[in-house]
């Protein structure tokens, strides 16, 4: 009976070769090893003989296994592999995107990083290169056509951090996920936590700058979009923890925006909370919310504080470092969390944003564009929350549910009531909040 002869022992190694050199030795012999068999089978068919060289690839495939028992040694005395060195995501891909692009020379690749992504890991970095170029290479299409490739953090997982890879042209598309092991440097445990990131919609730039500096203040990484278009194109390039939805929002508002979201997530495994955010405590309005698909409701005006205890349901394995009680009777410092930057910021936006949006209020009244009316009502109200402007934001209120019953009477004494209130809220913010 014939079989496979047998290999001897490998010899015993006194130090092992570094690993890169090992796996290269072993490439080579495996190349060899190929090389010679068919060489064989060729010189066999040509000779109608029986030619082959046993001896010689026993001796290759001894030498591969030599080396490979030569990789074996390379752990440490515990037995665990030796530690890896960190790399950045960042600068893989660009190798990546640079060595195919050079290599095909007909199309260009953009690489965009979501801040979510640690600055650095540890894991099989020639693999996740390799994985790269292929990935770029199928998505390539016609010449000169542009290649985004994109590198999102899903999830801090037990057992690493899941990063997705997806590269998009046209109408191709290809992706593939990769686990890593942090290695970005922390003050406490030597690791830095995956930031939390929230999608944050919202079209009023001075709502959004205040909750933006809060969502920072608790530690998220904060994206923006300013209408529900751009909410879901963002969610489709990058996987965000939580997203807070305006519900009034140009193009598509949020409640249109949170059903695309839902539809497109059936039949997947993963859901986002989605959130509305609104100055309204409207129970018609939390209900309309709810039916879309959105999960919870939050406040506008809400502080730092406030904020954490209603976002933390949602977000679970999230630590929520709240400031402490700002203890502030200025209002807008209040809303802010103390942050004065922010608070001068936001006082900025609104004495820039209003002397415009009450000029086309007044159009509104004289032409009787109770729609236009109705939304800018809406948003200054909004606005005035954060200032304490109580008796404004009254009036604001008035106009809006005056203009949604479709009654125009008495819409200029109350416009020009409001008009007042807003110039002296003016005054107050230039004096505090202006340089002098």
Not at 330 to 350: S, W
């Amino acid at each position: 009976m014939t079989g496979r002869p047998r290999l001897s022992k490998p010899a015993a190694v006194a130090a092992p070769p570094g690993r890169d050199l090992v796996l290269q030795e072993i490439r080579r012999c495996l190349e060899n090893i190929y090389t010679l068999a068919g060489e064989d089978a060729r010189n066999e068919k040509a000779a109608g003989g029986t030619a082959w060289r046993p001896r010689s690839i026993k001796k290759l495939a001894e030498e591969a296994l030599s080396l490979l028992g030569r990789l074996s040694c390379s752990r440490t005395v515990e037995g665990a592999p030796e530690k890896k060195t960190p790399f950045s995501i960042s600068s893989a891909c660009v190798s990546a995107a640079g060595k195919t692009a050079a290599d095909k020379k007909t199309f260009p690749v953009t690489v965009e990083i979501d801040p979510s992504v640690p600055a650095l890991v540890e894991g099989d970095l020639s693999g996740l290169e390799h994985m790269l170029e292929e990935t770029i290479k199928k998505t390539a299409g016609a010449e000169g056509e542009k290649i985004s490739l994109y590198a999102v953090a899903r999830r801090n997982l037990p057992e690493g951090i899941e990063i997705l890879f997806s590269a998009e042209a046209g109408k191709k598309a290809s992706s593939f996920a990769m686990t890593f092991s942090d290695a970005s440097p922390g003050e406490d445990s030597g690791k830095e936590e995956v930031p939390f990131t929230v999608l944050l919609a919202e079209d009023n730039p001075l709502s959004a700058r205040i909750i933006e500096s809060n969502l920072e203040a608790l530690g998220f990484t904060v994206m923006k979009a300013s209408d529900g278009r751009k909410v879901l194109a963002l969610s489709e390039k990058h996987r965000f923890d939580l997203i807070l939805m305006d519900i009034q929002m140009p193009v598509m508002d949020g409640l249109e925006a949170t059903r695309a979201l839902r539809r497109r997530e059936k039949g997947t495994a993963g859901r986002i909370p989605v959130l509305a955010v609104s100055a309204s405590r409207e129970e018609e309005d939390r209900k309309r919310c709810i039916e879309a698909g959105m999960d919870g409701f939050l406040p506008k005006s809400s502080s730092p504080g406030e904020m954490a205890g209603i976002l933390s349901p949602f977000l679970p394995h999230k630590e929520f470092n709240v400031p402490g009680d700002i203890a502030e009777e200025n209002p807008l410092l209040a809303a802010t969390g103390g942050n004065r930057e922010a608070a001068a910021e936001a006082a900025g936006i609104f004495l820039q944003t209003a002397p415009p949006l009450m000029a086309e209020m007044k159009r509104a009244v004289a032409h009787g564009d109770r729609l236009l009316l109705a939304s800018h009502a809406h948003r200054l109200k909004g606005n005035l929350v954060f200032f304490g402007a109580k008796k404004a934001a009254g009036l604001a209120q008035a106009m809006e549910e005056a203009a949604k019953g479709g009654s125009l009477e008495g819409l200029p004494s109350l416009l020009y009531a409001l008009i007042s209130e807003i110039s002296l809220l003016m005054a107050e913010l230039r004096k505090e909040w202006l340089p002098a």
